[in-house]
């Protein structure tokens, strides 16, 4: 009923439960195994202040369900709504970030190794429908991700369909509660799921199943092409292709962009506009969003910025390399610590960590337990701000976890238990 091979031997898994009756399954589905998987089996719930006294209801069954088959349980609460407000958020949104920062927070505190959550088919379908409805592209029909955040989350539910689920409860007697606000067609996913659904199954028996399967052939295209088009790319250049390839150079033109910091507002004319540079003069350039502009340089198509690139940012990844306007990087695992390296406990590290510059409101925790901005970290290292925009560092949120060639923050320093130490190579062009 659920995957098997998302799990190592000796791992504490703790399950993100609501009290629903997916997650009460997937709960006590894992714990039945615990045994047969050699796995510890742990809890997570997250109250997020949205329902009032019956959201805490729920969170108070779940406390007495994990003490019911003997599992422990780590609590969380916080306020959506007033998170929504602050942040602009939908509440939908403002939740699903919030619960997530107590999930790394579970894995910061070593209080798991991973976390697994109800995701099931019916979900994914959804998501690709949501997905689809807005306007995505190839990547937003692949559906969620059964494994996601570097192996930290993990969806075992995710190929077993919503109706397996409520009979194994039913046969197993399983208590769970419900939230009524699923029942609230205001929220989109409600909305289709409610509606949409159950609507298209009265005219196409059996479409979820179908949808999950183009979803999948939609991941496996997806991946292909990814990584075909990272072959065009060398440093901010893409390498002109012909036109057959045109999709595959445009979806390079993306990954650098997002590199320089263009996640957004810009149009297919844009990229147009990059690709008419093949038949230019090397030399020519267009502007793009943000101050970045690209231009030809023999059979390339070279992205740059013209101001500080305060925003640029890679999601953190062990052996790949990365490289920013003036240094080059990458990270690989080390079995001690290297003298010549910045090296830092890779298990310490949150699972959302970024690459970017600096940003205001940073801070650091120093190895002396001293929190620090990192203005005045870089001052105290006597380092210029004309030179400190460019340093790349490790963050999350406004919390900096390494500046690279500088310094780590004591957070995730290595000390005697560390078993994934990781070492920064980083350099600077020209060096």
């Keep these: 009923m659920f995957s ?11 399950v993100a439960i609501s009290g629903g009756a997916d997650s009460v399954c997937l709960l006590h589905l894992l714990h039945t195994n615990a045994k047969a998987l050699d796995i510890t089996v742990k809890a997570i719930n997250v109250e997020h202040g949205i329902r009032g006294e019956s959201s805490l209801q729920d969170s108070r069954f779940v406390k007495d369900f994990c003490a019911l088959i003997n599992v422990e349980l780590k609590s969380y609460t916080v306020n959506a709504p007033s998170f929504a407000k602050q942040k602009g958020y939908s509440l939908e949104q403002a939740a699903r970030v919030l619960r997530y920062e107590c999930f790394d927070n579970a894995l910061i505190e070593g209080f798991c190794d991973k976390i697994a959550t109800a995701h099931h088919l019916n979900d994914n379908v959804e998501t690709v429908l949501f997905n689809l409805f807005r306007g995505s592209a190839l990547a937003g029909v692949c559906g969620i991700d059964e494994i996601s955040l570097n ?48 609507l298209i199954e009265s005219r196409f028996e059996g479409v979820q199943s179908r949808i999950n399967s183009f979803s999948s ?15 065009l790319i060398e440093g901010f250049s893409v390498e002109f292709v012909e036109e057959l390839y045109l999709p595959l150079f445009t979806r390079a033109c993306l990954k650098v962009m997002k590199k320089l910091g263009i996640t957004k507002d810009f149009e297919s004319a844009h990229l147009e506009a990059v690709y008419n540079l093949k038949e230019a003069q090397t030399g020519k350039s267009v502007d793009l969003k ?16 013209a101001t ?10 062990i052996n790949k390399h990365f490289e920013s306007e003036k240094y080059s990087f990458s990270f690989e695992k080390t079995n001690r610590l290297d ?47 004309r030179i400190s925009k460019f340093i790349p560092v ?8 390494a500046v690279l ?20 190579i980083c350099k600077g062009k020209g060096e």
Excluded at 290 to 305: D, L, P, Q
């Design 405 to 424: 060639t500088v310094d780590i923050s004591q957070k995730i320093a290595v000390d005697n238990n560390s078993l994934n130490i990781i070492k920064i």
């Design 151 to 198: 192996g930290k989350i993990v969806r075992p539910l995710l190929g077993c369909s919503r109706a397996k689920i409520e009979e194994y409860v039913k046969q197993n007697n399983l208590p769970f509660v419900h939230d009524e606000s699923n029942d609230c067609n205001d929220y989109t996913r409600n909305f289709l799921r409610n509606e949409v659904l159950p």
């Design 290 to 305: 943000n101050g970045v502009k690209a231009y030809k340089s023999k059979n390339r198509a070279v992205f740059e910025r």
């Design 339 to 385: 003298p010549d390296f910045l090296c830092f406990d890779g298990d310490k590290l949150p699972y959302n960590a970024i690459i970017r510059t600096k940003r205001t409101g940073d801070k650091i925790v120093t190895f002396g337990g001293q929190t620090k901005s990192l203005k005045k970290f870089f001052t105290d290292k006597k380092i210029d701000s």
């Design 394 to 401: 490790i963050a999350v949120g406004n919390d900096i976890y």
């Design 308 to 317: 500080s690139p305060t925003e640029w940012q890679f999601g953190f990844e």
């Design 4 to 14: 098997k091979n998302l799990f190592n031997k000796k791992e504490v898994v703790a």
């Design 217 to 231: 052939l939609a991941t496996r295209d997806e991946r292909l092409l990814d990584s075909m088009a990272e072959k």
